[in-house]
């Protein structure tokens, strides 16, 4: 075959719809990284970033926002229920309202307080590992993955546990409104999700202010800056953003980091026997398949990145989930090493950076612990029980439908 007729490969294309792309996005990710790393999305007006550097500087310049939440959303979705819970959360905000808002809601979500969780995450673990065990086995994400985060979340806002059933189905239908692409009656969901959390939570507000508890919800209410409160709109559409953010990742954590160990049978063993690797291990895992795969900003200014010029008005998809198997910032990005030295914290990208870092980190990062630590202590004889691994359709929020493992 002549040198002309050599076939090429066609051009590499961000598609988070693909089947192929949802089971395993890493390949793109290195074909955009290496041959169009600041690359015009097939979506119009839309810029993917796929290496570390730009990730991080686009994540901690001032230069690069949110839109116009309520804007951006009404594109987006349209008007229904859904507009004025988003448009509010402080995940879509600038400062100053950003800044407000954010140092309200952390005065309820001290460093303290998390940590005194612990021994009550524990004791959720071992109740719903000893329901499994009489088993020998389980399906990891319905049985374990899901359940722990949403108790955690649960008992923190107050929700009542004969509620907790009603918000799984909830939980799916929000991931998928924030994929950069709409799934067809994503949109229709969401609006009906939001109505639906937005009457709970109202009627839950309503009920604590009548009768006070010490948890997250009832230190929200009665938080205070500077003569500042959360008005009641902004209290109810952060309390759907905790309970969305504060379950949803670490789910993800949870499944994708167990199906790392698993697939890794080198750093499973490593991690039983030197349990003082827990630490690095859960950054590990977060690191080499992040449970949040992109998030979005877009400039203030016209700009230029990668010799590509960003235009104001559009935006900009960073894709931490690349970033954190960039190759120019982690060495062989794409091996799963538990004692990988470059593991500190903040070093990896999976809780975001800059004034948006993810206020949930230390809570996620201790129900990682306390989940897969507990484990692969308990049951030294883990392993898949399938071959085929079902993903869930969203994809900003990557994780698994199911994982089958036996003991």
């Known amino acids: 075959m002549s040198a002309a007729a050599v076939p090429t490969a066609p051009p590499v294309e961000f598609n988070p719809l693909l089947p192929e792309f949802r089971l395993n996005p890493y390949p793109t990710y290195r074909r955009l990284q290496e041959e169009d790393p600041v690359h015009q999305s097939m979506i119009p007006g839309t810029w993917v970033l796929s290496r570390y550097a730009d990730v ?16 951006f959303w009404g594109e987006r979705l349209g008007e229904g229920p859904a507009l004025p819970v988003i448009s509010k959360w402080m995940l879509f905000r600038d400062p100053p309202d950003h800044t407000r808002l954010r140092t309200l809601v952390t005065k309820a979500f001290t460093p303290r307080t998390i940590e005194n969780l612990r021994p009550r995450v524990l004791e959720i673990v071992n109740e719903l590992l000893d329901a499994a065990h ?3 086995g389980m399906d990891m994400m319905a049985s374990f993955a899901y359940p722990l985060p949403v108790l955690v979340i ?13 918000f799984k189905s909830w939980s799916g239908d929000i991931a998928r409104i924030l994929d950069p692409i709409l799934m067809p009656g994503a949109a229709e969901h969401g609006h009906q999700v939001m109505a639906a959390m937005s009457e709970y939570f109202h009627d839950l507000i309503a009920h604590l202010r009548k009768h006070p508890q010490e ?16 008005s009641e709109e902004e209290l109810l559409a952060n309390c759907i953003l905790l309970f969305a953010a504060g379950h949803e990742t670490t789910v993800n954590l949870i499944g994708n ?21 827990l ?29 590509k010029r960003i235009q104001v008005g559009e935006r900009l998809f960073t894709l931490v989930g690349a970033a954190n198997r960039d190759p120019a910032t982690f060495t062989d990005p794409d091996r799963f090493d538990i004692t990988r030295t470059n593991n500190k914290h903040l070093t990896h990208l999976a809780f975001g950076h800059g004034i948006h870092f993810c206020l949930g980190a ?7 612990q306390c989940a897969i630590g507990t484990l692969v202590k308990r049951q030294p004889e883990l392993r898949l029980q399938t071959e085929t691994l079902q993903w869930r359709d969203a994809f900003t929020l990557r994780g698994l439908q199911s994982l089958p493992v036996a003991f």
């Open 56 to 71: 991080m500087m686009v994540l901690r310049d001032a230069r690069f926002g949110r839109a116009d939440a309520e804007r």
């Open 134 to 136: 009489a088993d020998g």
């Open 154 to 166: 649960c008992e923190m806002l107050g929700v009542p546990a004969k509620d907790r059933d009603i």
């Open 215 to 230: 948890n997250l919800l009832d230190a929200m209410i009665a938080a205070e800056e500077a003569g500042e409160r959360l």
């Open 257 to 277: 980091g167990t199906l790392a160990l698993l697939q890794h049978p080198e750093q499973l063993a490593k991690l039983q026997k030197q349990p003082e690797l």
């Open 279 to 307: 630490e690095s291990a859960i950054e590990e895992c977060l690191r080499y398949d992040s449970p949040v795969q992109m998030t979005g900003r877009e400039p203030k200014e016209d700009c230029e990145i990668g010799g």
């Open 362 to 368: 230390a809570l996620a990062r201790l129900e990682g």
